[in-house]
């Protein structure tokens, strides 16, 4: 089945450990988006891509850092975690001009 | 000010229960989403819908363009149900979804 798939889903890193979270996906979607999500909150969007095109958002913190080698993948990576960026982080992807995102399972990040 | 707002913030129904969750919103929007989030866990996209009305299994979802509203109804509600529900809408002209603060919705059998 065509999906959007994140590993690995429950992360635990130490605070200032530097951790990296993946998104892959198989339904050729040329956008790509990463998503914060801390407890009761919406999601809120930390940048998103169309193919090979980074946009960040203007109050991503600069501990945030993305990758996308290729369509399938995706990578975030948060240089110097703080014990703030526990969170749930989820990939969503869409093709452009149409409006569905599809969204991955999340994983949860714990900073200890 | 968050421009997509939803109602109620907290519900709980009894299982078999007909349940109504409202969302408005007021910014220029391309389609409205209706999302499920069970407790932990990823979010599931439940309609996509940029008029009328559309309809899968118990669940219903309307919009109102002219009012800005839409609304999710689950009938004959189950504890499976029981997830937090979020409205969202593509922002026009933009492929950014702007998010509601979502539903929480419990049903005990």
């Known amino acids: 089945d065509a999906m959007v798939i994140q590993n690995p889903r429950y992360q635990v890193t130490q605070f200032g450990k530097p951790v990296t979270l993946s998104c892959s996906q198989t339904?050729?979607?040329?956008?790509m988006y990463w998503y914060q999500q801390k407890s009761s909150q919406a999601p809120k969007l930390l940048f998103h891509?169309?193919?090979?095109?980074?946009?960040n958002e203007a109050d991503t913190p600069d501990n945030f850092q993305s990758r996308r080698p290729n369509t399938s993948f995706c990578f975030l990576d948060i240089r110097s975690p703080g014990l703030g960026d526990a969170a749930m982080y989820l990939c969503a992807t869409k093709r452009e001009y149409l409006n569905e995102q599809f969204f991955g399972p999340g994983t949860r990040l714990t900073v200890l | 000010k968050n421009e997509v707002e939803q109602s109620p913030q907290n519900l709980t129904a009894q299982e078999g229960e007909f349940i109504t969750i409202n969302c408005s919103y007021s910014v220029g929007i391309s389609a409205l989403h209706w999302l499920q989030q069970h407790p932990g866990g990823g979010i599931v996209s439940l309609f996509m819908l940029s008029s009328g009305k559309k309809k899968h299994g118990r669940l219903i979802a309307t919009i109102n363009i002219q009012e800005k509203h839409s609304s999710l109804h689950i009938t004959a509600s189950h504890p499976r149900d029981s997830a937090v529900y979020i409205c969202?809408?593509?922002?026009?002209?933009?492929?950014?979804?702007?998010f509601g603060t979502g539903t929480r919705l419990q049903v005990f059998p």
């Open positions: 339904l050729n979607h040329n956008v």
């Open positions: 969202a809408g593509t922002l026009i002209n933009t492929d950014k979804l702007i």
């Open positions: 891509y169309y193919d090979k095109d980074f946009n």
